[in-house]
């Protein structure tokens, strides 16, 4: 079946540091790629997206590349604030949308002044 | 336009006993879904519902249960609750096919003694 891994946390980073988050999935077809983040006390909310390969999904300054042939959707941002600590979730869909999204443990990140 | 809403924010409960948690979901969304987080297991997909039937299920007892209204709100039942059932349940919603691009609430966060 479907199955997402993402690098375990947690991560610490110092402002204005560059992120990498890692995450590889296992998918029968060519799956949608989603990143889903998870502020203190609040649901998740989408990030970014990718739904083919070589897509970028970007959005508030993170950015990740849909890589079929490494099959991964690692998470990027160039500089990171103390604003952007939180959970980060990998997480795939069908192409069509039409299953449940399958998410990876989440990735939780710290950003210090 | 107003977000998921989802009620109660938090629940205790003793083990035996059976709770109903409620989700509104973004008006003219169509789909709910409702999932499990806990440290342990991250995030399990529970059911999801579209046009007021199940549409997908997750590999969840069936002491959880689930239903949608006409309005496409959602409930979601857990009877004889046991010590393991303390999470966080988080319900999303999407317009129609789009399963992975879905819109949390802020969650219930249940704990049974």
């Known amino acids: 079946g479907n199955s997402v891994t993402q690098m375990e946390g947690p991560v610490t980073l110092s402002e204005e540091a560059f992120l990498t988050i890692n995450c590889t999935y296992t998918a029968t077809g060519y799956p949608s790629l989603f990143w889903y983040v998870q502020y203190p006390g609040e649901g998740l909310q989408l990030l970014l997206k990718a739904t083919k390969a070589d897509d970028k999904g970007s959005n508030k300054g993170f950015e990740a590349t849909y890589r079929k042939e490494t099959t991964s959707f690692h998470l990027e941002k160039g500089s990171v604030q103390v604003s952007d600590s939180a959970v980060y979730f990998c997480a795939l869909s069908d192409l069509e949308g039409n299953t449940p999204l399958v998410f990876g443990k989440g990735t939780r990140l710290s950003v210090i002044a | 336009k107003a977000g998921v809403t989802q009620t109660p924010r938090y629940l205790i409960k003793t083990r035996g006993q059976q709770v109903t948690l409620s989700c509104s979901p973004i008006s003219g969304h169509r789909s709910v879904s409702w999932y499990q987080q806990t440290p342990g297991q991250g995030l399990q997909f529970l059911f999801e519902y579209f046009s007021e039937t199940q549409r997908n299920k997750g590999n969840f007892p069936g002491r959880f249960s689930g239903r949608q209204f006409s309005n496409s709100r959602s409930e979601m039942n857990v009877s004889t609750l046991e010590l393991g059932d303390s999470a966080l349940y988080l319900c999303?919603?999407?317009?129609?096919?789009?399963?992975?691009?879905?819109?949390f609430g802020p969650g219930t966060r249940l704990t049974v003694t």
């Open positions: 999303a919603s999407s317009f129609g096919g789009a399963l992975g691009e879905q819109y």
